[in-house]
């Protein structure tokens, strides 16, 4: 008998799945969607997508148009792959896609939806975005916070030189990582977490790399909410075990800040600041202990990959292309010389280098998807009907790559970014052709920040060393897709000073 009703309930939900589909493909057919893939039943196109989506998509654009429209699982979705499409959902209609999905990655990782990234627009997100900026994020801050970076760059430089002393190879992206994460925790917490080498700052990149791995993963639960529970992929337990990982070394770090509060008296640092709202703030709202946990995460894990990865993809393009290092060595020597280490006041006159940046924000934007929204309103765009509730994702790997858009777009060649149209372009959201990070008012809140330290931290890497790959070890280029982008190979390079001795001290 038990056998007998689990058939007939099994039947049953097959039934429901097939006709549930069948009605919603008559519905949509009336409407003026725009065009897409067919996909299969109940996954839709996710199965189409493959590792590499962001390639995959691109692909389809190339058939379906720069307007796309996919069933995502139960889940409407939507695909902009040109700057004019992208334009029109991120400025003309930025009030209807201010709001993200709910995700696994958001529900598991992101303290059930409560940082940044993945809050929705309102009272709370605003409080979050206005602390960050104003003591951390926006201009007057950084500017407060310029003898960090150079601190922590000449930290930096100091654990190079001994690799080119000792004659180590130096892994660009561990030092990148612990570099740029002692940037962010002394703004934060006032002190430096990571030594330059160690395996414990090792083993912190390999858990940022793990999150901005798994955070990228189409899980099928968050397409398919009925079969969510049964956890395929194993993707929820994954997320569930990194965030209990995380969160063991937020408790850590905030337990230890709040035994040193009589130290910083007068003198507040960050997370002392988000420790004051989590009382009332003048706007009403107050933040939990799990805001300041989900924003901590943000800025250790988004806040350092993305600039590390962009840098690592940088110093990798001119290793492949070496006349480009020599040429950005050349305009170094003759603003800086080689007596002194760069300064961030250099970087205004490195047009070469602003243009080695931008190229590779072009090729390798660090993500390649964007961050998804959600439409709050059904909306008509370029002529299309765009349901409620539909998913947006913005291909900014493919606007980078478009022939239409750039010509020779898979060669790296900074020099489009010095002359005619290319030299006005800004990567900080207002041209649509180049959106590393976002744009609208959801635009990466850290964009300041990372532009700035990219810049800073390439330049000085390519003034004060010579950089050439190990013997007999080829380049490798390959992505591997994620929240970020990341370098499937991670870079091994072989370094040499090219400064007076006296500059590393």
Not at 49 to 71: C, D, E
Not at 105 to 111: E, W
Not at 274 to 296: F, H, Q, V, Y
Not at 370 to 376: D, K, Q
Request: aromatic content about 8%.
């Amino acid at each position: 008998m038990d056998a007998f009703l689990l058939r007939e309930f099994g039947v049953a939900v097959l039934i429901f799945f097939i006709s549930h589909f069948s009605i919603r493909l008559i519905i949509r057919s009336s409407e003026n969607l725009p065009p897409g893939p067919r996909g299969w039943p109940i996954l839709g196109a996710l199965p189409l997508l493959g590792p590499m989506p962001h390639v995959t998509l691109t692909n389809m654009a190339k058939k379906f148009g720069p307007i796309m429209f996919l069933k995502m699982g139960t889940c409407d979705t939507v695909v902009a792959s040109s700057p004019d499409t992208a334009q029109a959902f991120l400025k003309t209609l930025d009030h209807n896609f201010l709001n993200r999905p709910t995700i696994a990655g958001a529900t598991y990782l992101g303290y059930n939806v409560q940082d940044l990234v993945f809050a929705n627009y309102g009272p709370k997100w605003k409080l979050l975005r206005k602390l960050t900026h104003q003591h951390m994020l926006g201009g007057k801050a950084l500017h407060d916070w310029a003898h960090v970076r150079n601190s922590e760059v000449k930290h930096m430089l100091r654990a190079i030189h001994e690799c080119s002393k000792q004659g180590e190879l130096v892994e660009v992206g561990d030092l990148l990582s612990c570099a740029i994460t002692n940037m962010v925790s002394q703004v934060v917490l006032s002190h430096r977490i990571f030594s330059n080498k160690g395996l414990e700052s090792k083993e912190f990149k390999d858990m940022v790399v793990e999150f901005m791995t798994i955070s990228g993963v189409n899980n099928f639960g968050d397409f398919v909410p009925l079969i969510a529970w049964i956890d395929l992929q194993g993707v929820v337990g994954k997320m569930k075990r990194l965030h209990k990982r995380f969160d063991g070394f937020l408790t850590k770090i905030i337990k230890e800040h709040e035994k040193s509060s009589h130290e910083r008296e007068g003198k507040p640092d960050f997370l002392d600041i988000l420790m004051a709202n989590n009382g009332e703030d003048p706007s009403g709202e107050r933040l939990s202990l799990s805001n300041i946990k989900a924003l901590l995460l943000n800025l250790f894990t988004a806040g350092t990959d993305t600039s590390s990865s962009i840098i690592e993809w940088a110093l990798a393009e001119m290793l492949k292309n070496h006349n480009i290092l020599i040429r950005a060595q050349k305009e170094m020597d003759q603003v800086i010389g080689n007596h002194r280490l760069l300064v961030e006041s250099d970087l205004i006159k490195l047009p070469y280098l602003q243009a080695i940046c931008k190229e590779t924000y072009r090729l390798h934007p660090s993500t390649p998807l964007g961050v998804p929204r959600v439409a709050s309103e059904a909306c008509q765009v370029n002529g299309y009907y765009i349901p409620k509730n539909t998913r947006l994702s913005v291909n900014i790997w493919a606007i980078g790559r478009d022939p239409n858009v750039w010509s020779n777009p898979l060669e790296f060649n900074p020099e489009r970014f010095l002359k005619g149209k290319g030299a006005k372009i800004d990567p900080s959201g207002v041209d649509f052709e180049l959106i590393p990070f976002g744009a609208g008012r959801r635009i990466c809140a850290g964009y300041r920040m990372a532009i700035g330290a990219i810049e800073y931290i390439l330049g000085t890497l390519v003034h004060s060393f010579e950089w050439k790959l190990p013997n007999g070890v080829d380049l490798n280029m390959d992505e591997t897709f994620g929240l970020t982008l990341q370098k499937a190979v991670p870079l091994l390079a072989v370094v040499s000073p090219r400064l007076f001795p006296n500059a590393y001290i």
